[in-house]
């Protein structure tokens, strides 16, 4: 085994390093722990870039003697208040007397081999790659706290995986105002920041901008990761998607949190992500620990798809529950676009007898099937079948599915209670609210309070029991609101802690349900991206992205999740058109091709099409089959970007790049481009590749310099699909 931490007692350095990254750290003056690299892997490390201290007018010296050690400009590994670092903390305590002072100083540390399990959160999990886990220790003598910083790394993976935990040694109860998973200070050198934005139907917009003096924050206050302001942060400077050097990071978690960086007089960066400060306290008695949620630590030098590819391969690896990494994911139709409410017994028994004359896989019965379900505005919490609907119940649904060769799955919003159900009648204690105010509807429903362990036992048995009773292998799980009444009627906890209480209570839940029931699919949704993040993704192997299908939109959308998310966890269908999100016509073969870029499925009616709609249908979902394994197992790299201009293009690769897929989409058509140009790099330049179809040969890298010349053809949100095969050599 490979020692991937060293540790000098001369030098006071810390390398963390494998074959693709270092990360180094120094002890100075036996007390701060201090940043000093992170990125391409070093041989040795001899303090090359540490410069010179000189003591600063303004700037506090601990040590009288050294007014050049000022806090004000070390970059710290943990930076806390009010000791003359006045940029912005990783952590914060609250004291009895409600000073917020710490002290912490170097104890120690310890390497350990393998990645810390997380009891209450998810985590990166071991796997047969060697990691090894660097824990450093710093202690407040005054306060009796300990604070103890993780930091994992994998033989293979170009990722540091971070955290951090606190103990309270004292014997008073202290309130931890700010916890972050990461923070760490760079020099400032000209780079650019990106971040994403988005909403409801339009997630993961790319945020790509110069940095200014002063903070630049953004994060979710929402109970959720959000569409808004989903947890990711890369700084690069001259980088593009193919070169050039990227740092990023991400969180696993899946709640309210905050990402920020902070440029300050001395041109030092500061990267911070982890829990939301605004939103977050946590009271910590004597002898109790708080563990913050994981990070994870990207360094590229092949540009940012060098970074996808290296988040896509450690989720894989390392997050994806072991159950589903490798597995062919079903290829389904939803009912949803196809009835909306409107669902019954005859009507799925058609759906499932048109499924299995095209060839789909799984059939999806989404909302509208339980107590009364014809609107948004109801029946949340009564989860009985609409015996109106379904008057035999849906087992003998799915059994008919099975005689068909085809799975079932059904759809669920286990965190939502409507008003004037039975169950609120019932429980009316269970409803997330103030003790003060009346709780805002949001879609028409209201919140069960996820930190009541009956709310989760609740949940756990109702999607148990349904599961079990009707035989379904897939749920799709839903959560159509953010959180406006984060409080609890039990009172038992600080209001203060309600927002991660709700978080952990959420993970027991699915915890529970999908180690219980591996075999299960369970695909996260929240109105499409609303909660798409890391921390979802340990248990939810796929993600229904976006509830936009709209073939223009989904570019972006795909592109933008792409640089943080595997194909395999990303789910998109074919829907109708015009659209039902934008009311946009886009041809059959480029919504076909969009949803071909994900785990594909369709939500639109197949039941009434004419026989040239159906072998269309047909002939897609059996090539998509035949490419299946290329697309959720191979490599995916954006080619051109759809926030850049008017094309987008993918490839998918294989490992051993023997075969390829490119997609090119070609929105607006302009009668001045004759033809359409596209380089295809990250094939063997050496090897030579057969256009599938065709007699055409090229050289891999006349591909990937000269590019590929397509034809222009007329009309707008064009695609144009390219099959590569690796000749043999003679």
């Known amino acids: 085994m490979k020692n991937l931490i060293q540790f000098d007692p001369q030098t006071n350095l810390f390398h963390l390093t494998n074959e693709k990254i270092s990360y180094?750290?120094?002890?100075?003056?036996?007390?701060?722990?201090?940043?000093?690299?992170?990125?391409?892997?070093?041989?040795?490390?001899?303090?090359?870039?540490?410069?010179?201290?000189?003591?600063?007018?303004?700037?506090?010296?601990?040590?009288?003697?050294?007014?050049?050690?000022?806090?004000?400009f070390l970059p710290f590994e943990l930076p806390f208040a009010h000791q003359g670092d006045f940029r912005s903390p990783a952590l914060q305590i609250e004291q009895k007397n409600c000073e917020t002072i710490t002290r912490f100083s170097y104890q120690g540390y310890e390497i350990v081999d393998g990645a810390p399990e997380l009891t209450d959160l998810p985590h990166a999990r071991n796997t047969e790659e060697q990691a090894q886990t660097l824990i450093v220790y710093l202690f407040d003598e005054i306060a009796q706290i300990e604070v103890a910083l993780y930091y994992t790394i994998f033989a293979e993976s170009s990722v540091i995986v971070r955290s951090t935990s606190v103990k309270n040694a004292g014997s008073e109860t202290v309130k931890v105002t700010k916890l972050l998973s990461?923070?760490?200070?760079?020099?400032?050198?000209?780079?650019?920041?990106?971040?994403f934005y988005g909403t409801h139907q339009k997630e993961f917009q790319l945020n790509r901008q110069e940095i200014q003096h002063g903070m630049f924050k953004i994060g979710s206050s929402r109970g959720a990761s959000s569409p808004q302001y989903p947890p990711y942060l890369a700084l690069s400077k001259d980088a593009n998607e193919f070169q050039g050097e990227v740092h990023a990071m991400?969180?696993?978690y899946s709640g309210n949190h905050e990402t920020a960086l902070e440029l300050d007089q001395y041109n030092h960066l500061r990267l911070q992500i982890g829990l939301n400060s605004e939103t977050f306290a946590w009271q910590l008695h004597s002898g109790e620990t708080l563990q913050s949620p994981q990070a994870v630590l990207s360094y590229s030098d092949l540009g940012f798809n060098g970074s996808s590819q290296s988040f896509h391969q450690f989720f894989t690896d390392h997050l994806i529950h072991p159950a589903w990494k490798n597995k062919a994911r079903p290829v389904l139709i939803n009912s949803w676009e196809m009835t909306y409410y409107d669902v019954n017994e005859a009507l799925i028994k058609q759906l499932i007898d048109s499924a299995s004359e095209l060839g789909f896989e799984t059939v999806v019965l989404d909302d509208g099937w339980y107590s009364k379900r014809n609107s948004s505005k109801t029946s949340?919490?009564?989860?009985?079948?609409?015996?109106?609907?379904?008057?035999?119940?849906?087992?003998?649904?799915?059994?008919?599915?099975?005689?068909?060769?085809?799975?079932?799955?059904?759809?669920?919003?286990?965190?939502?209670?409507?008003?004037?159900?039975?169950?609120?009648?019932?429980?009316?204690?269970?409803?997330?609210?103030?003790?003060?105010?009346?709780?805002?509807?949001?879609?028409?429903?209201?919140?069960l309070d996820l930190t009541n362990p009956d709310v989760q036992q609740f949940i756990i048995h109702t999607l148990s029991q349904a599961i079990e009773d009707f035989g379904v292998n897939y749920v799709k799980w839903d959560m159509n609101r953010h959180l406006t009444d984060p409080f609890s009627q039990r009172g038992d906890f600080p209001a203060f802690e309600y927002g991660h209480r709700y978080m952990l209570g959420l993970y027991r839940i699915i915890d529970a349900l999908t180690s219980t029931y591996p075999e299960v699919l369970f695909e996260n949704c929240s109105s499409g991206g609303g909660r798409l993040d890391v921390g979802m993704l340990y248990y939810f192997p796929q993600t229904w992205i976006s509830d936009n299908t709209d073939g223009l939109d989904r570019q972006e959308i795909q592109s933008g999740a792409s640089n943080l998310f595997p194909i395999?966890?990303?789910?998109?269908?074919?829907?109708?058109?015009?659209?039902?999100?934008?009311?946009r016509t886009v041809p059959f073969e480029t919504r076909a091709a969009l949803a071909s870029s994900t785990n594909m499925g369709y939500e639109m009616d197949i039941i009434h099409l004419n026989e040239a709609e159906k072998e269309?249908?047909?002939?897609?979902?059996?090539?998509?089959?035949?490419?299946?394994?290329?697309?959720?197992?191979?490599?995916?790299?954006?080619?051109?970007?759809?926030?850049?201009?008017?094309?987008?293009?993918?490839?998918?690769?294989?490992?051993?790049?023997?075969?390829?897929?490119?997609?090119?989409?070609?929105?607006?058509?302009?009668?001045?481009?004759?033809?359409?140009?596209?380089?295809?790099?990250?094939?063997?330049?050496?090897?030579?590749y057969q256009i599938v179809g065709t007699d055409q040969v090229y050289s891999?890298?006349?591909?990937?310099?000269?590019?590929?010349?397509?034809?222009?053809?007329?009309?707008?949100?064009a695609v144009q699909k390219i099959t590569l095969k690796k000749m043999e050599s003679e």
């Not at 609409?386 to 085809?406: M, Q, R, S």
């Not at 197992?633 to 294989?654: H, I, K, M, V």
């Open 182 to 195: 990461a923070s760490l200070d760079t020099r400032y050198d000209g780079q650019v920041s990106t971040t």
């Open 380 to 447: 949340l919490g009564d989860w009985a079948v609409d015996g109106e609907k379904f008057p035999n119940g849906i087992k003998p649904l799915v059994e008919y599915a099975k005689e068909k060769g085809l799975g079932f799955g059904i759809w669920f919003e286990p965190e939502m209670i409507s008003p004037n159900t039975k169950l609120i009648q019932q429980h009316p204690d269970w409803v997330m609210r103030s003790a003060n105010y009346e709780p805002i509807l949001g879609r028409s429903q209201l919140v």
């Open 616 to 688: 269309m249908i047909r002939q897609h979902l059996q090539t998509y089959k035949a490419e299946r394994e290329l697309i959720m197992q191979g490599q995916f790299y954006r080619l051109l970007s759809p926030f850049e201009g008017n094309l987008c293009a993918w490839l998918f690769t294989d490992k051993a790049q023997e075969q390829a897929i490119v997609y090119v989409f070609r929105n607006r058509y302009q009668v001045f481009d004759l033809s359409l140009l596209v380089k295809i790099p990250y094939l063997d330049e050496d090897g030579m």
């Open 24 to 72: 180094i750290m120094e002890i100075v003056e036996e007390t701060y722990l201090i940043h000093r690299y992170w990125g391409k892997k070093l041989t040795s490390y001899h303090f090359s870039n540490r410069p010179t201290l000189k003591k600063r007018t303004f700037a506090a010296a601990p040590n009288n003697e050294k007014p050049e050690i000022s806090p004000e």
């Open 700 to 717: 891999g890298s006349e591909l990937a310099h000269c590019g590929l010349a397509l034809d222009n053809k007329k009309g707008d949100f």
């Open 568 to 583: 395999s966890s990303m789910t998109g269908h074919v829907s109708d058109v015009p659209n039902h999100q934008t009311n």
């Open 250 to 252: 991400t969180l696993i």
